[in-house]
């Protein structure tokens, strides 16, 4: 299921890109499908068609060495139920809803804090898009937030899904941000798991308006104001598809648009020092050479080159070789057993298709860094769940 997300995406995003430069029928921010020729959009098709080529190849390989490895190996092993008394699993459940209940208590207290600790900068900043909630640990606790749904049952379930919807409206109202979808993907999943299709499509609804509502409020001022938001709310929903359509030329011609911009006019620097402070998993006030200027990777002050175009501005070899990664990563989430991680990596991976295209590498390493770590745990409960009986 995953291996698709990529292909189908980069391929979508080309016909769009393609009908927005030749027609002009799809708007583009920045005016990207002025700036860039259909010459110079060719030469893109060609590097993501030669690449997609290579993931495909390449999850194959990765797919054919998962076979050859566990072709002659016969699994004896027994799913072992225990039975467990009604206290006992009441216990279970009790001391699991508290620790939910604690991470909730923690995840409330750090936006609440975020909110007042940078809120006098929200507003003296003179940014293209302003944010109160930006950062890793901001992500961090939305993905959190999105697997405390799966967690709980009854009446704590509602509770916390109430608060995935509160969050996710104050990430997407005060920083315009997508990151407000991440809590939403769990309640769709949940949702689906239990077989309440009719909340699913509430559910699938409500964040796809999200994300409408959170690209276009970027531009709204005034955001104390309940007025303001509730004739935002309003209008955002009578011009939900005006503001979806749009949307649509954001997600997917800009990505490829932008990616050739940066490459044709060399905008930015970004070399292999960049490239490795970018990859690496520690904080900057931990670790970031004297060298590294973070500024220089952007092509002016709302723009950046973008994870895509750093990549390939160091080297097209080491562009080919991410794609590589891209199909190891992706034939891992496929082989996930357990569903309601393999649901939640999958949905991150999409998400961070867009951001790698948009944002910078120092952003979107998080998501793959994140979804080994999933991996990880989906290999760990794989092992534990599935023990080989003892002969006696």
Same mark, same amino acid.
């Given at each position: 299921?995953?291996?698709?997300? &990529?292909v189908?995406?980069?391929?979508?995003?080309?016909?769009?890109?393609?009908?927005?430069? #030749?027609?002009?029928?799809?708007?583009t921010?920045?005016?990207?499908?002025?700036?860039?020729?259909?010459?110079?959009?060719?030469?893109?098709?060609?590097?993501?068609l *030669?690449?997609?080529?290579?993931?495909?190849?390449?999850?194959?390989?990765?797919?054919?060495?998962?076979?050859?490895?566990?072709?002659?190996?016969?699994?004896?092993?027994?799913?072992?139920?225990?039975?467990?008394?009604?206290?006992?699993?009441?216990?279970?459940?009790?001391?699991?809803?508290?620790?939910?209940?604690?991470?909730?208590?923690?995840?409330? &207290?750090?936006?609440?804090?975020?909110?007042?600790?940078?809120?006098?900068?929200?507003?003296?900043?003179?940014?293209?898009?302003?944010?109160?909630?930006e950062?890793?640990?901001?992500?961090?606790?939305?993905?959190?937030?999105?697997?405390?749904?799966?967690?709980?049952?009854?009446?704590?379930?509602?509770?916390?899904?109430?608060?995935?919807?509160?969050?996710?409206?104050?990430?997407?109202?005060?920083?315009?941000?997508?990151?407000?979808?991440?809590?939403l993907?769990?309640?769709?999943? #949940?949702?689906?798991?239990?077989?309440?299709?009719?909340k699913?499509?509430?559910?699938?609804?409500?964040?796809?308006?999200?994300?409408?509502?959170?690209?276009?409020?970027?531009?709204?001022?005034d955001?104390? *104001?309940?007025?303001?938001?509730?004739?935002?709310?309003? $209008?955002?929903?009578?011009?939900?598809?005006?503001?979806?359509?749009?949307?649509?030329?954001?997600?997917?011609?800009?990505?490829?648009?932008?990616?050739?911009?940066?490459?044709?006019?060399?905008?930015?620097?970004?070399?292999?020092h960049?490239?490795?402070?970018?990859?690496?998993?520690?904080?900057?006030?931990?670790?970031?050479?004297?060298?590294?200027? $973070?500024?220089?990777?952007?092509?002016? *002050?709302a723009?950046?080159?973008?994870?895509?175009?750093?990549?390939?501005?160091?080297?097209i070899?080491?562009?080919?070789?991410?794609?590589?990664?891209?199909?190891?990563?992706?034939?891992?989430?496929?082989?996930? *057993?357990?569903?309601?991680?393999?649901?939640?990596?999958? #949905?991150i991976?999409?998400?961070?298709?867009?951001?790698?295209?948009?944002? #910078?590498?120092?952003?979107?390493?998080?998501f793959?860094?994140?979804?080994?770590?999933?991996?990880?745990?989906?290999?760990?409960?794989?092992?534990?769940?599935?023990?080989?009986?003892?002969?006696?």
């Amino acid at each position: 299921m995953t291996k698709f997300v &990529l292909v189908a995406y980069i391929l979508f995003s080309l016909i769009i890109s393609y009908l927005g430069v #030749s027609y002009d029928m799809i708007p583009t921010p920045f005016s990207y499908n002025q700036l860039v020729s259909i010459e110079e959009l060719w030469g893109t098709v060609i590097i993501l068609l *030669s690449s997609l080529l290579l993931y495909g190849v390449s999850y194959r390989c990765f797919d054919y060495k998962h076979k050859h490895k566990h072709k002659h190996k016969h699994s004896t092993n027994n799913l072992i139920s225990v039975n467990v008394s009604k206290n006992n699993h009441f216990f279970v459940v009790k001391k699991r809803t508290l620790y939910c209940w604690f991470f909730q208590l923690i995840i409330v &207290l750090y936006f609440l804090s975020q909110f007042i600790t940078n809120f006098d900068d929200y507003l003296s900043s003179n940014a293209h898009i302003k944010r109160i909630f930006e950062g890793k640990f901001s992500q961090f606790f939305l993905i959190i937030q999105c697997f405390l749904v799966f967690l709980t049952k009854g009446w704590t379930r509602t509770l916390i899904a109430t608060f995935s919807l509160l969050l996710a409206f104050c990430v997407a109202w005060f920083d315009g941000s997508r990151s407000a979808l991440i809590p939403l993907f769990g309640l769709v999943i #949940s949702a689906y798991m239990e077989k309440k299709y009719l909340k699913t499509t509430f559910f699938v609804f409500i964040l796809t308006y999200m994300f409408v509502f959170s690209m276009g409020v970027r531009t709204v001022d005034d955001k104390l *104001s309940v007025f303001t938001f509730f004739g935002y709310l309003f $209008e955002s929903l009578v011009n939900f598809f005006i503001i979806f359509a749009g949307s649509i030329g954001y997600l997917t011609s800009f990505s490829i648009l932008h990616f050739t911009y940066v490459n044709e006019t060399q905008k930015g620097l970004f070399g292999i020092h960049d490239l490795l402070y970018s990859l690496s998993p520690f904080p900057s006030f931990v670790f970031k050479p004297a060298i590294v200027n $973070e500024e220089l990777w952007k092509i002016d *002050s709302a723009r950046v080159i973008g994870g895509a175009g750093e990549i390939y501005r160091v080297s097209i070899l080491l562009f080919y070789c991410t794609f590589i990664f891209f199909a190891w990563l992706t034939n891992k989430i496929d082989r996930m *057993s357990t569903i309601h991680i393999k649901l939640i990596s999958v #949905s991150i991976f999409t998400l961070s298709m867009v951001v790698f295209f948009q944002y #910078s590498l120092r952003t979107v390493h998080w998501f793959y860094y994140l979804l080994m770590l999933f991996i990880f745990i989906d290999y760990k409960l794989s092992k534990k769940r599935t023990i080989k009986p003892t002969i006696r």
